[in-house]
C-alpha cells in the first residue's frame, strides 16, 4: 500500500486497488425481524396490489402535518389554554 500526502493539511490516502476491495455481505435478518416483515409490508407495499400511489415517507410526513392543528383544536374544544396545554 503506497501513501501519499494532499496539499498542506496532512491528509493522506491510501492507493489501494479496487481488485483488493470486497463487497460487504448481507447480514441475516434476525428471527423476529423476520416474523414482522409481511405484516409490515402489507399496508406499504402490497394493499390492493399495483404501484404504491405515494411514497410511505410521504404518508408519515403529512400525519406530521397534522399535528399541530389538531392539537390546535383539541384545545379550543375542551377549552384549556393553560401552559400545561
Not at 498542506?8 to 490516502?13: D, M, P, S, W, Y
Not at 463487497?23 to 409481511?38: E, F, S, T, Y
Not at 399495483?50 to 392543528?69: D, E, L, Y
Request: glycine share 8%; hydrophobic share 45%; with cysteine.
Amino acid at each position: 500500500m503506497k501513501e501519499r500526502e494532499l496539499g498542506t493539511t496532512g491528509l493522506k490516502e491510501a492507493n489501494m486497488s479496487t481488485a483488493t476491495a470486497s463487497a460487504p455481505l448481507p447480514a441475516k435478518a434476525p428471527a423476529w425481524a423476520a416474523v414482522m416483515r409481511p405484516p409490515d409490508q402489507l399496508p406499504s407495499e402490497r394493499l390492493c396490489g399495483g404501484p404504491r400511489p405515494w411514497k410511505f415517507a410521504w404518508v408519515i410526513n403529512f400525519q406530521k402535518t397534522g399535528t399541530f392543528p389538531l392539537l390546535g383544536f383539541l384545545i379550543a374544544w375542551y377549552h384549556n389554554t393553560s401552559i400545561a396545554a
